[in-house]
């Protein structure tokens, strides 16, 4: 075919850079329908064939998400984290290569460029422009609520729609359908943290407490608590306390992603002090002590619902609350304390991991639960049944690795508040400390 070496010749300046395919289109977030090949549609117009990155080469499977051209173009790069650094740092070069770095002109990036990725360089550049941002305030708003509907296309029902993600998912076992693609959320999530460090916490109050017709959209909630999680990044929580209370219940949400978010920000918000996060403290602990997997209601067939399907997910959901609940500090000594109980059950747990349990013991150490790690301690070993016949549920006998964990994690974070205690005893009295008078922790 006559002049097809031209389809492989760069198209200007802007068809060399990395983040733009040959002919200079940007290259967005995209994948591509796993229903196009098969069911009577040739294979030539079916997308079969391999995509494979341009950076580092590697094959990008069909319903993968990738950086690609709307066009057609046959360029694609992988969200790889090496390659997608390069393709957002090459955006960030075209910026500053045209001084478009100013804020009138990075609003009008914000408001007019396709590409996704120099709107991202664009907020990048604002965050480091400080206050002079705030006239940008406007423009961050409407990237944090606009509705991005990646489910349709102007070719949808065709073997000619390129863009579908309704067969693309978060993990690879296909349990986690997306709601948007990884470069949307990291650019709606970035906006809503300019905003909070600019001080512009309005729309992300309107959206917490559902006084924007955006707020019934999760991934819109999700960004505006994650935004939040700046203020505590900066050292400015206490301008967040307000929304301690509505965070805590955020904690519940149907929406698994919520919840994580909502976890991360209250233990991003804890450093401020413990007056910020009070207001959250009972939904901090009624989260740790929420259970997995509940029976439901009579007329669904009282089948068991589970709350969670994301097992990392949860994970990180609950050392976030753990952590959150050390933050909050010791309580009054005639009071009993609620966090103690499911600190002490999670530090003492057969099935607990390695990480958690270190940090529930941390977090009874901050709460000052000095009784509780003593007892875990010398902690026994719990004997349980040998009848492989017995009914379930049935206590189950803890090894001996696990009994030494939780005498260790407890008798570590004893030895080093005894620790701090004779450090300040010897500042108070003007001595100098000495590694001999203080002891020595492994």
């Not at 796993?34 to 030539?44: D, K, M």
């Not at 305030?137 to 729609?161: F, R, T, W």
């Not at 991360?264 to 002090?273: D, E, I, N, Q, V």
């Not at 003007?430 to 002891?439: D, F, I, L, N, T």
Request: proline share 6%.
């Amino acid at each position: 075919m006559p002049q097809m070496h031209d389809a492989l010749a760069p198209a200007g300046t802007a068809g060399t850079q990395i983040h733009r395919c040959l002919k200079g289109h940007p290259l967005n977030p995209m994948s591509l329908a796993a229903w196009q090949e098969g069911a009577g549609i040739p294979v030539s117009q079916s997308y079969a064939h391999v995509r494979k990155c341009k950076i580092c080469k590697l094959e990008i499977p069909r319903n993968w998400v990738r950086l690609g051209c709307s066009k057609g173009c046959l360029e694609s790069i992988c969200y790889h984290l090496n390659c997608s650094a390069k393709a957002l740092d090459a955006a960030k070069k075209e910026l500053q290569r045209i001084n478009r770095c100013t804020p009138a002109t990075l609003e009008a990036v914000l408001l007019e460029e396709e590409s996704l990725l120099l709107k991202e360089a664009a907020i990048d550049f604002l965050r480091e422009l400080g206050n002079p941002a705030r006239a940008c305030a406007p423009a961050l708003e409407k990237i944090l609520l606009q509705e991005v509907n990646h489910m349709k296309d102007h070719l949808y029902g065709s073997p000619q729609s390129r863009n579908s993600i309704r067969h693309t998912f978060l993990a690879n076992d296909g349990t986690h359908p997306l709601q948007e693609y990884q470069g949307m959320r990291a650019l709606r999530v970035k906006a809503a943290s300019t905003l909070a460090s600019l001080g512009e916490l309005r729309v992300l109050e309107d959206v917490l407490f559902g006084e924007d017709p955006a707020s019934g959209r999760s991934e819109v909630i999700e960004a505006s608590i994650l935004g939040l999680a700046e203020l505590g990044v900066q050292k400015r929580g206490t301008e967040a306390a307000h929304l301690a209370e509505r965070l805590g219940q955020a904690l519940f949400d149907e929406c698994e992603t919520i919840r994580i978010a909502a976890a991360h920000t209250l233990r991003a918000l804890g450093p401020a002090g413990p007056m910020v996060l009070e207001p959250a403290m009972q939904c901090l602990v009624e989260a740790l002590q929420d259970q997995n997997k509940v029976t439901g209601p009579e007329k669904f067939g009282g089948m068991p619902i589970r709350h969670w399907r994301d097992a990392e997910g949860r994970r990180l959901f609950e050392l976030d609350v753990v952590a959150a609940l050390g933050y909050l500090g010791r309580s009054a000594p005639d009071a009993a304390d609620p966090r103690t109980e499911p600190l002490a059950a999670r530090l003492a747990g057969t099935r607990t991991s390695h990480t958690m349990r270190w940090a529930a013991a941390d977090a009874l150490k901050q709460s000052g639960a000095l009784d509780e790690l003593r007892k875990a301690s010398d902690h026994p070993q719990l004997s349980g049944t040998t009848d492989l016949l017995a009914n379930h549920p049935k206590p189950q006998p803890q090894s001996a690795a696990v009994v030494e964990e939780i005498r260790r994690a407890a008798a570590l974070t004893l030895d080093s508040t005894v620790v701090k205690k004779k450090v300040c005893r010897a500042s108070i009295w003007g001595g100098p400390v000495k590694e001999k008078a203080v002891g020595h922790v492994n």
